[in-house]
């Protein structure tokens, strides 16, 4: 479906559920082109589900549908942006595109290699439009991949991505007693919704790699535009009861071997609340033949500090900050336009698999060639 | 007091006397220099009143007048010099590393004195401060020690391009930060494919309990590319982050905006010769630094096999093997 014929033409947007950070859909309903339509979701959710797509919808003034397919069809909607639990990601992006609408997905892309082909295949067969929520467009972020785009450092030899963040997931390593059940994943994650830190909610666990993987590589992807072949990893639970309890990562370090001979690495992990006074150490260390780059992703950013200052308020505060309209407008060009969106669905599926590549490397203590 | 004999000082002659002048509990009193000027230079800033051209000649004719020996080389192989000092029961500091053979030497002491096998690289503000954290306890268990060091100015032979060479005093470090053999090796060279020209190396580590180490070593001639170096420790309580990145001050000029990194300094050499004479006057045992040169050198070799084969290696029994 292309609005090409009239490029400022509002755009309608179905949300479908928005039970874990909303920060998508109002990122994409910044931008003056989107509007909410409706917010709909699955009637057999549970009723904690329901209550908060229903507070969404009540805050942006439009109803809340129990029927996806409901929303789908009878809300004029072009656009749907969904922000379910993971495992329900693709699942309902097939449905909006088999539906004729254009996708913007929540991260992770899936939890299962199938899903994320179901998807690939939707979106080309109905010919609309796939987005990947991500932060290609951070000022610090874009400045790398112009630098390296305009031979500053020659050609890339080597990048590598820290991305850790500062942020607590529940009680540290040790905290339960032997005798005390382990914590249940699914529980912690809704009661997380507090703080916004329930990125992995869902009924499955998920690690930082799964869960937030797909940030660095998509630094790595827009800075290079390359694929991985090959990854090998470590991985363990180092900070959380919560992720020791239920066998999945807080803390992960991948080596890629990319096309063109190109190394890399990523180092990341949910490291606590007490190791950095911002968010979390993110950079990116890029290596050329003629130089090199290192490059602070928070900036720019102003320092500021006040007496009664809460632990929850960072002392600096990153400005200049336009990656979510940018996101929205790519992503409205590439409708009008009919054009390639910033993240696409290949591109996303290629990070899936080059995470669980990372993951089976960090079980087995082998490198692991990343499926084509 | 105790009387040391220095050697082989290079480069950091001058920042070395420095140091030297201002030594707790121990005196130079003898100095190794093959370059006559050199010599003369340091001989008369320090009141230095023995002065030879090499070692050999030292031991034959001033044997007598020191108690410890402290070559500043970077060459790695000190055979003779070693046997020497040994023979003659002499205290002795050297950088590291050491050849594997004259490490499993010095392995078994069986003289009175003292050996210390030290690490530049570890001695400097950023190690020394990460490691003090480390053992306040306020950064907790180590999880990832994240390493980048680009065209080391550590002193490198110039006609020595190993692969050894490139990443030795970083294995070490990480080794040291986690006081462990790493359990599982892993390593891909950089473009160039050739580790023999040491371009660039990227080494993964794991080591006992999970924890793991990355290590991105580049290597290209200063006059190319200055020097950059960061490490971050991620423990269980705690961070430390010691990057040139933050230590970084702006010079603005017709030219436009560059960074000026505020140096380090090299009188991380004082600590390397205060620690070494502390454990002497202590009577602490110095076999670790021995062992911490095998350590190394043995994790440098799996590095070199596994980046050659594509392959990861796992310590057992003492050695590494492909998995």
Known sequence: MSLANSPLEPIPVAILSVVKHDYIPRGMLAHTRFHAAVVADDPEQPEWAHERNEAFAEELKVPYVRSVESALSDYDAKVAVVSSAAERHCDLSVRAANAGLHVVQDKPMSTVLTECDRVVEAVERNGVKFMMWNRNFLPAVQQAASAVADGKIGKVAAIHVDFYFAKDAGPPISSRADDDPPLDWLEYLIAAHATGADGGLGHKPMGELEVEGIYPLAYIHVVTGLRVRRVFARAKAHFHQLQLDNDVDDLATVTLEMDNGIVGSICMGRIGNASHPDIGEIKLHIVGTEGSLVISEARPEVSVYYRGRPDTIYPHLRVANHNDWLLADHFARAIDEDGDTPLNAHVARHIFETVHAAIASGKSGLPVDVER | MIRLAIGDVGSAGADLA??????????????????????????????????????????????????????????????????????????????????????????????????????????????????????????????????????????????????????????????????????????????????????????????????MALIDCVNRPTSESPPYFSLSMIGSQGAAYADDHHNINLLLNEQGVSGLAVDQGRLHCRTQLEDFVSAISDGRKMEDSVSDSRRAMAVVAAIEAAASSGGAYRLQGGDYEPC
Not at chain 2, 91 to 104: E, F, Q, R, S
């Open chain 2, 18 to 211: 420095l140091v030297l002048r201002d030594l707790r509990s121990a005196q130079v009193v003898a100095l190794v220099e093959a370059d006559q000027d050199r010599k003369s230079e340091i001989a008369d800033q320090l009141d230095i009143g023995v002065a030879a051209g090499d070692w050999n000649q030292l031991f034959e004719s001033h044997a007598d007048e020191f108690d410890a020996v402290v070559s500043f080389s970077q060459s790695m192989i000190f055979g003779e010099f070693i046997e020497r000092a040994v023979e003659r029961d002499k205290h002795m500091l050297v950088n590291g590393p050491i050849d594997p053979k004259t490490a499993a030497a010095l392995a078994k002491p069986t003289g009175t004195n003292y050996i210390m096998v030290t690490w530049p690289l570890r001695m400097m503000p950023y190690q020394q401060a990460v490691r003090q954290s480390l053992d306040a306890g306020q950064l907790g268990l180590p999880g990832l020690v994240r390493v980048h060091h680009w065209n080391s100015t550590l002193g490198q032979p110039a006609d020595d391009d190993s692969l050894t060479r490139l990443v030795v005093h970083e294995v070490d470090v990480v080794c040291w930060l986690f006081d462990a053999w790493p359990a599982l090796v892993y390593a891909t060279a950089m473009r160039t494919g050739d580790l023999n020209t040491s371009q660039g190396v990227q080494i993964h580590l794991g080591f006992p309990g999970g924890g």
